[in-house]
């Protein structure tokens, strides 16, 4: 049985999406606990995630290697500009889901867990459709007119 291109395509892009999915939420996770705390270490990790410390450090020394934080023995972890950047465009899309679902009646809690989800599996063109549909169609919760 052979699989159509359209299948194949649908079947890389959520291998893609789920790849990166772990590092979205750390460097999320470090860029949150360093405004928090001035520093992340590995413990800060453990906690949050609620994953081992092996665990940490694994996925640690693999963001390492792909360029997205650094750190060394004994010390803090940081993020690169490469994770800064990561960060921030995934906390956008994380608000922008988080909004629309808000906007279509989703209670704050469930928007939130589903949110964490869909995230990482939205693309460019649907965010965009989600942008300007909050853009034209939502009600204000801001105040604003």
Same mark, same amino acid.
């Given at each position: 049985?052979?699989? *159509?291109?359209? *299948?194949?395509?649908?079947? @890389?892009?959520?291998?893609?999406?789920?790849?990166?999915?772990?590092?979205?939420?750390?460097?999320?996770?470090?860029?949150?606990?360093?405004?928090?705390?001035?520093?992340?270490?590995?413990?800060?990790?453990?906690r949050h !995630?609620?994953?081992?410390?092996?665990?940490?450090?694994?996925?640690?020394?693999?963001?390492?290697?792909?360029?997205?934080? @650094?750190?060394?023995?004994?010390?803090?972890?940081?993020?690169?500009?490469?994770?800064?950047?990561?960060?921030?465009?995934?906390?956008?899309?994380?608000?922008?889901?988080?909004? $629309?679902?808000?906007?279509?009646?989703? *209670?704050?809690?469930?928007?939130?867990?589903?949110?964490?989800?869909?995230?990482?599996?939205?693309?460019?063109?649907? $965010?965009?459709? !989600?942008?300007? !549909? $909050?853009k034209t *169609?939502?009600?204000?919760?801001?105040?604003?007119?």
């Amino acid at each position: 049985m052979k699989n *159509s291109p359209k *299948s194949v395509a649908r079947h @890389q892009r959520t291998r893609k999406d789920h790849s990166m999915e772990t590092a979205e939420d750390y460097v999320e996770a470090v860029d949150d606990i360093v405004t928090a705390t001035g520093q992340c270490r590995v413990v800060d990790l453990t906690r949050h !995630f609620g994953v081992s410390h092996v665990t940490v450090t694994r996925i640690v020394s693999r963001l390492v290697r792909e360029g997205f934080l @650094q750190t060394e023995p004994y010390r803090p972890i940081e993020l690169t500009n490469k994770g800064r950047t990561l960060a921030a465009e995934s906390r956008k899309r994380h608000q922008t889901v988080y909004d $629309l679902l808000l906007a279509l009646g989703v *209670s704050e809690r469930i928007a939130g867990i589903d949110a964490e989800g869909i995230e990482h599996h939205v693309s460019q063109e649907t $965010l965009r459709c !989600f942008e300007r !549909f $909050l853009k034209t *169609s939502a009600p204000r919760t801001d105040g604003s007119t």
